[in-house]
């Protein structure tokens, strides 16, 4: 069955840069485009990144372009969020997603960043 397991969140100054990963399992993970996705708390879910399969085309929110790189490693059937540069509004749980048939999330990890 198809896994998404996220870590690489945790607490951070302003200023500072995380690496989150999404490891995959249970599908061809070089077929289907990823995406980050964020939320806080009493707003929508917001979409952050997105990557293509074979990881040639990028697109990202107007808020973390410049800042975040979305990128992914066949090999490791990982995907990736650089994230630097951080502010307070990049505070947030990130999910990763698959867009296999229907969908599929990871359980997110909590961006927290305060000074």
């Known amino acids: 069955q198809v896994q998404l397991v996220e870590s690489g969140g945790g607490l951070v100054q302003p200023g500072g840069s995380l690496r989150l990963s999404c490891a995959a399992s249970?599908?061809?993970?070089?077929?289907?485009?990823m995406r980050w996705y964020r939320q806080a708390p009493g707003k929508e879910r917001e979409l952050v990144a997105r990557?293509?399969?074979?990881?040639?085309?990028?697109n990202y929110a107007d808020s973390v372009k410049g800042r975040f790189t979305i990128s992914r490693d066949t090999a490791k059937q990982t995907m990736y969020l650089q994230m630097n540069s951080l502010k307070f509004e990049d505070t947030a749980v990130y999910y990763c997603?698959?867009?296999?048939?229907?969908?599929?999330w990871g359980q997110g990890t909590q961006v927290t960043v305060s000074s």
């Open positions: 997603y698959a867009a296999v048939s229907g969908g599929y």
């Open positions: 990557i293509s399969s074979a990881g040639g085309s990028t």
């Open positions: 249970g599908f061809t993970f070089s077929s289907y485009p």
